[in-house]
């Protein structure tokens, strides 16, 4: 037995002693915020200023929404999708590279469905499969990451996205899952700067196309964490001549956006529109400046709050807005009591790399290598005896 079961019996009795009080306080937290958002519902002008008043003076690396042109506690119904709607939806997976397997490799795999609505025509899936190896799985600095094989997988789903959509008539929706914002997890290294703003560009490219094709696309994030709309709240309740002190002043810590939107957004509906401030926001300009939304796509007594990314030129359009509206509610729905779009789950199963087709893999390239004359070292011996029979771990 690896765990003291008794400690932890023990820490969560205290838990339970302290977690009702906790719930009282956060409450509390939850109620204000709301109360907030309906006293300055519309104070739009005033809100912006005092961002880009701390921006300028106090913390220029200030990540919050941004109110753009609706009220703060707005809310809107689904509308009816528009027949013949063309979807797509896109998800990866990656096997790491792993210096204890019999051979050292990674591989990204994207997956893609589509389908027309009300056609009849069942979906059709596709899969794109890149395998790296050897120089393949270095960068500038050094050995590849999991961090940068997770960019080049939200890469190449937003460049399928973009390729598979051309041809159809729009409206045409595509989306992933997660944000729509590429994350920089790299530190100061110029190399790994450059690598980074590469992919990025990339990624770019295929915004535009999608921009320039009429396309709606979007990120869904599933039971989102984030708090955008909360530190915005932040900022507004603090006096200003606190505001020196603003980075460390978390007046409703612990409250998340869900949990505020949760209590104020009837099943089916959005909040209104914010826009995305953060240090990376100037590296979408213009149509692909970043916003979003959160959705209810839960049922009457039961929410459940998605919070769904999307770039400017969506936001423009009222048209391409509620479609992308109506077309998530419309998805969640397919699956029932755990709402989540239909085709994102499944795009994910086409991604998804299993254990056996992980294991072939490593088989494929092994051969090659040993019919090549090349050497094979097999496993490490710290794997070796992890793979014994008997032995079950969570990790490590």
Request: aromatic letters at 6%; a negative charge; charged letters at 25%.
């Amino acid at each position: 037995m690896s765990l003291d079961f008794q400690s932890i019996r023990e820490q969560v009795k205290q838990l339970g002693d302290t977690v009702v009080l906790r719930e009282r306080e956060l409450r509390g937290k939850r109620n204000l915020a709301i109360e907030l958002l309906d006293k300055n519902a519309d104070n739009l002008e005033e809100l912006r200023q005092k961002v880009e008043d701390v921006i300028r003076n106090y913390d220029a690396s200030l990540r919050c929404a941004l109110p753009v042109e609706e009220a703060l506690n707005a809310s809107f119904s689904p509308p009816d999708p528009p027949p013949g709607l063309t979807l797509i939806a896109a998800d990866g997976s990656q096997i790491n590279p792993d210096r204890n397997a019999e051979v050292n490799y990674a591989v990204v795999n994207v997956g893609a469905i589509q389908m027309i609505s009300d056609s009849g025509t069942p979906p059709s899936t596709t899969t794109r499969s890149q395998l790296l190896f050897d120089e393949q799985l270095y960068t500038p600095t050094g050995r590849r990451s999991e961090a940068s094989l997770a960019l080049k997988r939200d890469l190449n789903e937003r460049q399928i996205l973009a390729e598979l959509a051309e041809g159809f008539t729009p409206p045409v929706v595509t989306f992933t899952d997660g944000p729509m914002e590429l994350w920089e997890g790299i530190s100061g290294n110029s190399a790994e700067r450059d690598d980074f703003q590469e992919s990025l560009n990339q990624y770019l490219e295929a915004l535009k196309s999608l921009h320039e094709q009429g396309v709606i696309t979007a990120g869904y994030v599933d039971k989102p964490g984030s708090n955008l709309v909360v530190r915005l709240l932040e900022v507004l309740m603090t006096p200003q001549e606190d505001l020196p002190g603003i980075k460390k002043l978390r007046h409703l810590r612990g409250i998340t956006d869900a949990a505020v939107f949760g209590e104020m957004l009837a099943a089916g509906e959005r909040s209104s529109v914010f826009a995305i401030q953060s240090q990376s926001s100037k590296s979408y300009p213009g149509p692909l400046t970043l916003h979003f939304f959160y959705l209810n796509v839960g049922r009457a007594g039961a929410p459940y709050l998605a919070r769904v990314e999307v770039p400017a030129w969506v936001v423009e359009d009222q048209t391409m807005l509620d479609t992308l509206h109506a077309s998530l509610i419309n998805q969640c729905r397919v699956m029932g009591v755990r709402p989540y779009p239909y085709l994102l789950h499944r795009a994910h199963e086409t991604a998804v790399v299993r254990l056996p087709e992980k294991e072939q893999v490593t088989a494929m390239i092994a051969q090659e290598l040993r019919e090549r004359g090349l050497q094979v070292s097999g496993v490490s011996s710290k794997q070796f005896a992890k793979n014994q029979p008997g032995r079950t771990r969570i990790n490590g």
